[in-house]
């Protein structure tokens, strides 16, 4: 390396100027952001900051600003963009086209490296100054060989040779591998704007919007700014009035959110879909798969289902997988306790990628989700009827609506309705006490699951009809058991339920005196428990001669 010897000397100093771009119009919400990066930049213990966040939530927004900001106190700042580039010497050069241009110096010494030649420039400002890098995901993400430990070399080397040079480094990746190596590292992540923020960016695009309009737009945006404005600006183009275009949105069921504000004539820095998939596309396979994965999942989830759905043996390689997709601002940890989350907008455009591309990992997700919810939905039933029936309550209704639909999937799908079929079974008393003032939801899940049971032949639905006999319906009970008969096969474990089954039967008819009903159903459970060879199933009292007689007078005589 050549040593640096100012090659200026005897000249003015090296003033460049300012490539900021113009301030970004209806910029709102992220003052404490800006302060933030503004105070840890102007502070003499911090070199690096880096502005991590989701594709499309403001990153290089508050970056320009912050810019205007550090500018406006006195303090040079030079924007440049790292979109496209794919290695350090891309990088570099770019930079060094920049302060070349600017310059009017010609005397560089040949066979210098450009790396030597940056560094050159950058020494003769005299002032401190901040470089900002926008985009830096696009090299650091680009696969090319060693390009991260590259970038570290490009930073240690400024760093150290240009003493009043900082950076603002841009980027959807956390960076914080440069911690290990620069001390001076200061890290922010950019989330969703505050939902007053976000309704006050509404206000500024549609006028006439009502509170609850920029209520819904926000809410439907998800707070992320970028999203907002593609939405607001579909809404001006349509020259409709914003509670109307609301409504034929939400008619729009079954498409993806995200490409429903998707603008493709708009520049690619502006279309949040591209945004997502350039995100999606660098991902790795098991990356790619972890996403969608976690995608049957609602916004805020467990780590516990997260490893379910994921497949993985442990919570230890659940949270390496979490953390990683974290890292690439995937994921976020929940404002709720010991839960993680993923921002509804990321949520859509991962179903979408399932449901188009990757259908057989997404049917696998989907279907170890409603096994997970149905295994912890039994747990709760066996602390129900084990005398911890408070907890049990409390932890279901924390879980409601993700167990229930998984009883509903898991009883319409073939390969598990099995499972559910048994569960419902046994936790019929326990969802009675829960909907207990709700009896036709509980109805209408045992109905379908009913019809799915005579759909697929199955023969488990008996003990709906004995609820509905101990719950004085008794009418209604009778018939479910009587077409539960019909369903049940010969092995030995629905033989014993039919055994179960008749002599219920058996009792409601003889109080309703219809002693031939009644008198044939207990002889079809005696030769059941004769099938069987156990007639300690048999717990009904036998009925006697003389009712068998009884009976008999009462068939009609023949005619001859």
């Not at 960076?175 to 200061?186: A, K, P, S, T, Y």
């Not at 036709?440 to 699951?449: G, P, R, S, T, V």
């Not at 156990?534 to 008999?552: G, H, N, W, Y």
């Amino acid at each position: 390396m050549i040593p640096y010897v100012s090659f200026f000397q005897d000249s003015k100093p090296f003033h460049p100027p300012s490539n900021l771009a113009l301030k970004i119009p209806h910029f709102t919400g992220r003052q404490k952001e800006c302060e933030e990066i503004s105070r840890h930049l102007t502070s003499k213990g911090t070199r690096i900051v880096s502005l991590w966040g989701s594709p499309g939530f403001g990153k290089t927004s508050v970056a320009t600003t912050v810019g205007h900001l550090l500018q406006s106190g006195g303090l040079p700042v030079f924007f440049f963009s790292m979109r496209g580039l794919r290695s350090k010497a891309d990088l570099t050069s770019r930079l060094l086209s920049f302060f070349r241009r600017h310059s009017s110096k010609t005397q560089i010494p040949q066979r210098m490296t450009i790396d030597d030649e940056l560094s050159l420039f950058l020494s003769e400002i005299s002032d401190e100054f901040v470089m900002i890098l926008d985009n830096a995901d696009d090299l650091l993400e680009s696969g090319a060989l060693n390009v991260k430990e590259d970038f570290i070399q490009f930073l240690e080397v400024i760093l150290s040779q240009v003493e009043n040079a900082s950076f603002l480094i841009t980027s959807r990746e956390s960076l914080e591998f440069i911690n290990v190596h620069f001390q001076g590292h200061r890290t922010v992540r950019i989330r969703p704007l505050d939902e007053s923020f976000s309704q006050s960016l509404v206000g500024e695009l549609l006028p006439r919007a009502t509170t609850t309009d920029r209520s819904k737009i926000a809410k439907i945006c998800g707070n992320v700014p970028l999203a907002i404005k593609l939405l607001c600006s579909s809404i001006s183009e349509d020259n409709a009035q914003p509670c109307q275009f609301l409504k034929e949105l939400g008619e729009s069921t079954g498409r993806d959110l995200v490409d429903l504000l998707d603008k493709p004539d708009y520049p690619s820095n502006l279309r949040l879909k591209f945004l997502m998939k350039t995100s999606f596309v660098r991902l790795s396979l098991p990356e790619k798969e972890a996403l969608v994965s976690l995608s049957v999942l609602p916004d805020d989830f467990k780590l516990s289902v997260a490893a379910a759905v994921l497949d993985v043996k442990s919570s230890v390689e659940a949270k390496k997988v979490l953390h990683r997709l974290r890292r690439k601002s995937l994921l976020d940890s929940s404002c709720k306790p010991d839960l993680f989350s993923m921002h509804k907008l990321l949520l859509s455009f991962a179903r979408e990628r399932g449901q188009n591309e990757m259908k057989k990992t997404m049917l696998n997700s989907k279907a170890r989700m409603s096994t997970y919810y149905i295994s912890l939905f039994e747990k709760l039933n066996d602390h129900f009827l084990t005398g911890h029936s408070m907890q049990a309550f409390i932890d279901f209704f924390e879980q409601k609506q993700n167990i229930i639909q998984s009883l509903v999937e898991s009883s319409s799908d073939p390969k598990t309705c099995v499972v559910a079929f048994g569960v419902l079974i046994k936790a019929e008393v326990f969802l009675d006490s829960l909907f207990w003032c709700e009896g036709e939801n509980i109805d209408k899940l045992y109905q379908h699951a009913a019809e799915v049971a005579q759909k697929f032949g199955k023969s488990v639905f008996y003990s709906r009809g004995i609820c509905q006999l101990a719950s004085k319906k008794m009418d209604d009970g009778a018939q479910n058991l009587q077409e539960a008969l019909l369903l049940m096969g010969n092995s030995a474990e629905e033989r014993v339920l039919k055994v179960t089954a008749l002599q219920i039967l058996a009792t409601y008819f003889r109080f309703k005196e219809k002693r031939g009903i009644a008198l044939e159903l207990y002889l079809k459970a005696l030769d059941e428990c004769r099938a069987l060879g156990d007639a300690s199933l048999l717990v009904i009292p036998p009925l006697e001669k003389r009712e068998l007689k009884t009976i008999e007078g009462e068939k009609p005589k023949s005619d001859s």
